[in-house]
Nanobody, 120 residues
């Protein structure tokens, strides 16, 4: 089970940190990803991290602004979001899969989503 939290309303240029708490399975056995879905748009890849945390990947739209990390001892995934823009407004989902991928279809487990709203 995955539970994402930390979303909210922030002004453009601000920061938020999302967390995703995992339970029920061995967290370190899974690559993790963050995806987002804006109103009227498809779900898109934001960032991903390998099982050990040794490798991270980002969508071009967030590279340099967002940082994904994980703490396997705490079974928790994070997404630090800085320099937020109105176009970052979306519901953000965490997901777990056996291997890292940018396609949402490769992930087996999903959190419920947390809404991030960036005002201009």
């Amino acid at each position: 089970q995955l539970q994402a939290f930390g979303g909210g309303l922030v002004q453009a240029g601000g920061s938020l940190k999302l967390s995703c708490a995992a339970s029920g399975r061995t967290f370190s056995n899974y690559a993790m990803g963050w995806f987002r879905q804006a109103p009227g748009k498809d779900r898109e890849f934001v960032a991903g991290v390998t099982r050990s945390g040794g490798n991270t990947y980002y969508a071009n739209s967030v590279k340099g602004r967002f940082t994904i990390s994980r703490d396997n001892a705490k079974n928790t995934l994070y997404l630090q979001m800085n320099s937020l823009k109105p176009e970052d407004t979306a519901v953000y989902y965490c997901a777990a899969g056996r291997l890292f991928a940018t396609s949402s279809t490769r992930y087996d487990y999903w959190g419920q989503g947390t809404l991030v709203t960036v005002s201009s």
